[in-house]
């Protein structure tokens, strides 16, 4: 797959929201889709399911296997051991963000939540009536990190949740084993439910390693939901699928109580493209995240060489640069004036909580030549405000 091939037509072509919702003059950096084509059998199958109309409803029985392939892949990668009966499918993973705070943590209650953070964690808590208690992730000098002692000052007799995302979105982190360690001896102590949105899992960089949340320790397991999905690491964000795995019998339990036609149905396209992404993909994977590292890297040069004062650590994961554009004290802050002197479409900070402001998030998951397009835009735009 040469990930280098530049479409500018197709790519403006696109139904999808990315390219939609800007105009023509637009280059859009936002929304968490890559401007790359799918992988061959993705495609084929699309394709054949066109010609043959096989586009009703799905058979049930089919969501059989996904369970056990995911169990299979979680073992092959991770290296964990994920009993089948207490894994289910939802239609993504923020429909899980939303569900787990309604289901595990009473109306009022506080979720802490590592900010900043992908805006459903926010919004999830505040439309379900339950407190958001923010914890700012802190810049160490090279890393985000957590602030544990600001963690554990922040929980009361009320709060029930630790929302865990990692990798994160969007500073990029990977989170080591001894903090993840610190995080469940925390949900340990105060007898919290662990949610955790692990999406990025499969798009991790050199050097790092991804730890399920739910692989720490048996006791963790058992307090953890764990959400994953293939729809991030293979460009399939309109298939809508995601997995919900429970550490226990009890969180699965809790879950089923929901009533099922509440849930939604899947998309037919959903099963059938998951598993032939986790079944014939990995070549394609194991491409795209290549490359995706070398236009992190490309970007890392680009802001020390032209954008010096953007504030920035390269990920360890994602395809997101997290850019901090406070010193340029932009007018309208990062998002507006970027849009209006750039004509380049960011994912503003803001929704991000109170620890975004001042930042804008960048889709790179683009073609390199696409890519020094946005950032000269944007480095022209900076200069002229000077």
Request: aromatic share 10%; net charge negative; with cysteine.
């Amino acid at each position: 797959m040469d990930f280098d091939t530049l479409d500018i037509a197709r790519l403006r072509g696109l139904a999808g929201n990315k390219w939609r919702r800007y105009g023509d003059e637009v280059l859009p950096a936002w929304v968490a889709d890559m401007d790359f084509l799918q992988a061959a059998p993705i495609r084929d199958y699309v394709s054949h399911a066109g010609a043959t109309g096989d586009l009703g409803y799905p058979f049930g029985e089919s969501a059989g296997p996904l369970k056990e392939l995911f169990a299979e892949r979680a073992m092959r990668r991770y290296g964990w051991s994920v009993d089948t009966e207490h894994v289910d499918l939802i239609i993504d993973v923020v429909q899980g963000l939303y569900l787990g705070l309604d289901i595990y943590c009473e109306p009022g209650g506080g979720a802490i939540i590592p900010t900043p953070i992908y805006p459903y964690f926010l919004t999830a808590a505040e439309e379900n009536g339950r407190r958001a208690i923010a914890n700012p992730l802190v810049l160490d000098g090279t890393r985000f990190v957590y602030d544990m002692d600001a963690l554990e000052a922040s929980i009361d007799d009320t709060t029930q949740v630790l929302m865990v995302c990692n990798p994160h979105n969007p500073t990029g982190r990977v989170f080591e084993r001894k903090e993840l360690e610190a995080l469940a001896e925390v949900a340990l102590r105060h007898d919290l439910t662990v949610i955790a949105d692990e999406i990025f899992a499969d798009v991790v960089y050199e050097g790092h390693q991804y730890i399920p949340f739910a692989t720490l320790s048996p006791e963790i397991a058992a307090r953890t939901v764990t959400f994953h999905s293939a729809t991030k690491a293979f460009n399939l964000g309109g298939i809508r699928i995601a997995v919900a795995v429970f550490g226990s019998d009890a969180l699965h339990d809790r879950f089923k109580n929901v009533p099922r036609r509440s849930l939604g149905g899947h998309n037919c396209l959903g099963i059938p493209l998951t598993r032939i992404a986790w079944q014939q993909c990995d070549d394609w994977l194991a491409g795209v995240v290549s490359y995706l590292q070398g236009n992190r890297d490309f970007v890392t040069e680009f802001l020390a060489r032209r954008m010096p004062a953007v504030g920035y650590v390269a990920p360890e994961a994602t395809f997101f640069a997290w850019m901090d554009c406070r010193e340029l004290d932009l007018p309208g802050g990062p998002y507006e004036y970027f849009l209006e002197h750039a004509k380049v479409g960011l994912s503003d900070g803001v929704p991000f909580g109170e620890a975004g402001k001042g930042f804008a998030r960048v889709n790179f998951a683009t073609p390199r030549k696409l890519l020094e397009q946005i950032l000269e835009r944007m480095a022209d735009s900076i200069e002229k405000n000077e």
